[in-house]
């Protein structure tokens, strides 16, 4: 167990729909990461926060969002929804930038 | 573009035999190269990192070379076991930001 937090773990929608997925880090890391992950991409960044600022962007779509609360949590949302946006998203923590990153076991987006 | 390539993208290997993951990148201004396993439903889990201070680097069973004037890292799995089939990953990171560029994958099937 990471100690990384993502729920839900699976989310079945249909195409043009608004989804929310939605992270915990760890206890004390102050940085999450979002990834995605398709059988032909690999684990795609996508975007990081760091006490509550972005701090990096990836490849991430227009149509996505995301944020990180007081709390530290973050959510990433995704809209108008796609076929080709069916994948695994996976949250990340880490106390330091630059060191080891810990992964929740993703949220599996199915749009039908 | 990609940045970090990884290779290959499948590997089989019998029992005691040594799988060699081999990986590129092309930004010098990485200092951070980190493998990372992934076990089917589960999220990628750190293995072994390096920083390019080192040419190699030893935890148990696994191994990191590293060469930084051809910009290529390699993993070698001693003594493989059935229970090391999983998907790895080369990533690596740079700078103040921290978020990981990973390769794409390989996925190693250890036979009894």
């Known amino acids: 167990d990471s100690g990384v937090t993502q729920t839900p773990k699976h989310l079945i929608t249909a195409t043009g729909q608004r989804v929310t997925l939605r992270c915990s880090p760890r206890?004390?890391?102050?940085?999450v990461y979002w990834y995605q992950q398709s059988l032909d991409q690999g684990l795609q960044f996508l975007i990081q926060?760091?006490?509550?600022?972005?701090?990096a962007k990836g490849n991430i779509l227009e149509r996505f969002s995301a944020q990180q609360f007081p709390d530290l949590h973050s959510e990433l949302n995704l809209s108008s929804l796609e076929l080709g946006d069916s994948a695994l998203y996976f949250c990340?923590?880490?106390?330091?930038?630059?060191?080891?990153?810990?992964f929740g076991e993703g949220s599996r987006l199915t749009v039908l | 573009q990609q940045q970090v390539k990884q290779s290959p993208q499948s590997l089989i290997v019998q029992k005691g035999g040594i799988p060699i993951i081999n990986c590129a990148y092309e930004?010098?201004?990485?200092?951070?190269f980190p493998w990372y396993q992934q076990f089917p439903g589960k999220g990628p889990a750190l293995l072994i990192a390096?920083?390019?201070?080192?040419s190699e680097k030893k935890e148990g069973r696994f191994t990191i070379s590293f060469n930084k004037s051809a910009k290529q890292f390699s993993l070698h799995i001693m003594d493989s076991q059935p229970g090391d089939s999983a998907t790895y990953f080369c990533?690596?990171?740079?700078?103040?930001?921290?978020?990981?560029?990973f390769g794409k994958g390989t996925k190693l099937s250890v036979k009894p």
């Open positions: 206890s004390g890391d102050l940085s």
């Open positions: 926060y760091y006490n509550g600022e972005e701090r």
């Open positions: 990340a923590s880490s106390v330091v930038l630059g060191g080891e990153l810990f």
């Open positions: 990533a690596a990171s740079g700078g103040s930001q921290g978020n990981l560029i």
């Open positions: 390096i920083r390019p201070d080192v």
């Open positions: 930004n010098t201004a990485f200092d951070y």
